[in-house]
């Protein structure tokens, strides 16, 4: 049995990558960029208004206050998309919108607020430093600044700073496709009748939602019986796919067959037990570029079982350098025993009390209990060596 952080490193080492196609921008939404994203201009592309008013010189308005005026004359107009004609001269003013171009001799914008508008001339009643109420060519970028860096996934944010660029086309991971298996003979389909001594296949639908979630493709290969022919026949139809997930079988039961049909099949077991609770059986192999993750039967432990192994597998397939959790401090509502010898994964529910955040545990922690992680909207965990926590301590919780 290995720890929970070997076994991460062990699978990120044999995480073979993805191959990249170019995508329409749009269709690259949620997709891991494998390309360096360059300016192909300055951003802005010419100084512009951040406010309606004028635009005028700050040295020509230094004695300007609300209680005196100075008064310039207006010589053109700037709107957005069509810049004044004429260049700004000593004591003049061009009026201005928000986005237009700043007129040459300008160095300022005064707001419209702070102005006085007659027919032919404009008071002003504000100083405004040099650079005031304007964004500078380039500001943002220069042309062939470094913007977007590989290994970012694609945001609605990047798909705006795409368009602004005229960007069509991008290069992005493909995505990962990912073979669900679940064994047992204890199994019914989902929309089979309900039989003494069975249950319905749920892994399936689980980890095939939490696949989405990632954003790879999940494939459903079905239900194999607990006999070697039938696992067999199974395992060797989703060795084809990037990564295969094998839910059951995997313990040490006299019917956990499935580490049996993966020597038989020539397939690299890595390692096998990692202290976590829940999910402890796990098997993790390879066979050419197919990634093989045996998880546990129940439901709860495959569910964490993916997230805490599975996942990070995707990512780094796909390119990603390093996953945005989202995380937060809470505070224990209540005690908390626990078995020293493994890594806890809690299935939580934050709530907020007074502008302060709390976490209690979602329901009976047993992995039999689907309810815990139904209900649930965090994880949080407890390292291995930890007996208790007690209420009124801090916890760093994961957002579901």
Not at 20 to 40: C, K, P, Q, T, V
Not at 218 to 242: F, Q
Not at 306 to 330: D, H, S
């Amino acid at each position: 049995m290995i720890s929970v952080s070997k076994a991460k490193e062990t699978i990120l080492k044999n995480t073979s990558f993805l191959s990249s196609e170019r995508l329409y921008f749009l269709d690259a939404l949620g997709r891991i960029l494998h390309e360096d994203i360059r300016a192909n201009q300055a951003w802005p592309p010419f100084s512009r208004s951040t406010m309606d008013g004028f635009a005028v010189r700050s040295k020509d308005i230094l004695n300007a206050s609300i209680k005196k005026g100075v008064v310039l004359e207006v010589a053109d107009e700037s709107t957005a998309g069509t810049p004044a004609k004429k260049t700004l001269r000593a004591k003049q003013a061009i009026k201005i919108m928000t986005g237009a171009v700043i007129p040459s001799g300008a160095d300022c914008v005064v707001m419209k607020e702070d102005v006085k508008e007659n027919s032919q001339t404009v008071a002003i009643f504000k100083r405004v430093e040099k650079g005031g109420n304007l964004r500078l060519k380039g500001a943002d970028a220069k042309k062939g600044d470094l913007i977007i860096s590989k290994g970012v996934q694609v945001t609605p944010g990047i798909i705006a700073l795409l368009a602004n660029l005229g960007r069509k086309h991008i290069r992005v991971s493909k995505v990962a496709k990912v073979g669900i298996l679940a064994t047992g003979d204890e199994l019914l389909k989902i929309n089979d009748k309900s039989r003494f001594g069975k249950i319905r296949s749920a892994n399936e639908y689980a980890l095939s939602a939490q696949i989405k979630e990632i954003g790879a493709e999940p494939i459903i290969l079905g239900i194999a019986k607990d006999n070697l022919g039938s696992l067999e026949k199974k395992i060797k139809s989703g060795l084809k796919y990037d990564i295969l997930l094998i839910s059951g079988g995997v313990s040490v039961g006299e019917y956990d067959l499935v580490q049996d049909v993966l020597k038989k099949l020539f397939v690299k077991i890595i390692f096998w037990k990692v202290a976590i609770k829940p999910g402890k059986p796990l098997v993790f192999a390879k066979k050419g570029k197919c990634h093989i993750f045996g998880l546990p039967g129940n439901t709860v432990s495959s569910m964490v079982s993916l997230r805490e192994f599975v996942k990070p597998c995707i990512l780094k397939m796909c390119g990603q350098k390093k996953e945005l959790a989202k995380v937060a401090e809470a505070m224990l509502e209540h005690d908390i025993k626990l078995d020293p010898r493994r890594m806890k994964v809690m299935r939580g529910i934050v709530s907020t009390k007074k502008d302060k955040l709390f976490v209690r545990v979602s329901a009976n922690q047993v992995s039999e209990n689907v309810m815990s992680i139904a209900k649930a909207n965090c994880f949080f965990r407890i390292e291995e060596g930890v007996v208790s926590f007690k209420k009124g301590q801090n916890v760093i919780v994961e957002y579901l």
